[in-house]
């Protein structure tokens, strides 16, 4: 296995935490992935043992460029929000903290933007010009927004104030879970009015979907009606690792 070719991602959710070695020539996984559950009390001590549990589990990319991914903003290696997760993140240090845990260097970045690099490389917005608003439906609503291949990171249009709301708490999967919505409901009273809001604000030439429940897509997506095209990503749940591995590989210029 080439090093060169070869990167390791680590994905930081509010559910699971998880890992795999990636080939960056295809984007795909070289490994079965490790997954190991979020703790409850989700805090940066006991999320960076977890992280280093994951990255030695794969002695073989040992030299690869490792990229992780967390669900808040994050500033040059610096957790800036956590809505998700335990408080305690805002602030910390999350680059000198999983270096220190892994005993190698990282990149560390948004879990959309790192979705988001992924599709633009491997995925459904591959060589898509002009703009591209990737949102990733889970327990929030994730955002990236790529201009003709370049990411502008830490976008968080899932937080946009829409009838009053947080936009995330109405229209995430996370939001129908709770309120036990329909597809079909979740689409037409919640998704729609949510896109709509984003495409008159950025208009997008297009809108990847991703999260777990992208899967789904043909079940929500046919009852939107709006103006931009919009379609379901094709790495689903492998994109954040494979993203955060690539983001690594290819720090300063995804
Ligand atoms: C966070 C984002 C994150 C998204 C998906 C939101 O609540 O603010 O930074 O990308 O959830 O995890």
């Not at 208009?203 to 009852?223: E, T």
Request: without cysteine; proline residues 5%.
């Amino acid at each position: 296995m080439s090093q060169l070719s070869t990167g390791l991602g680590i994905d930081i959710g509010g559910s699971g935490i998880k890992g795999a070695p990636v080939d960056l020539t295809t984007g795909e996984f070289l490994r079965e992935r490790l997954k190991v559950l979020t703790p409850r009390h989700a805090d940066p001590a006991a999320v960076a043992e977890i992280v280093g549990e994951i990255a030695s589990h794969f002695p073989e990319a040992a030299k690869a460029p490792l990229g992780i991914t967390f669900p808040g903003v994050v500033q040059a290696g610096v957790v800036r929000t956590a809505a998700n997760l335990h408080k305690s993140w805002v602030g910390t240090d999350a680059r000198t903290l999983f270096t220190e845990a892994t005993g190698r260097p990282v990149r560390v970045l948004n879990d959309a933007d790192a979705a988001a690099v992924a599709e633009s490389r491997y995925g459904a917005a591959k060589g898509v010009p002009g703009v591209v608003l990737m949102t990733t439906l889970g327990t929030g609503i994730g955002s990236a927004l790529v201009v003709n291949g370049r990411l502008v990171p830490n976008t968080e249009f899932g937080h946009l104030e829409i009838d009053g709301h947080d936009a995330e708490s109405r229209a995430s999967s996370g939001a129908k879970e709770r309120e036990e919505l329909s597809y079909q409901e979740w689409a037409t009273d919640r998704l729609h009015r949510y896109y709509r809001v984003v495409e008159d604000l950025l208009w997008p030439d297009l809108i990847v979907v991703g999260g777990g429940v992208s899967r789904k897509a043909h079940k929500f997506l046919p009852h939107l009606d709006i103006r931009t095209p919009i379609v379901p990503a094709t790495l689903q749940n492998t994109a954040g690792i494979v993203g955060a591995a690539l983001a690594a590989a290819e720090a300063g210029t995804v």
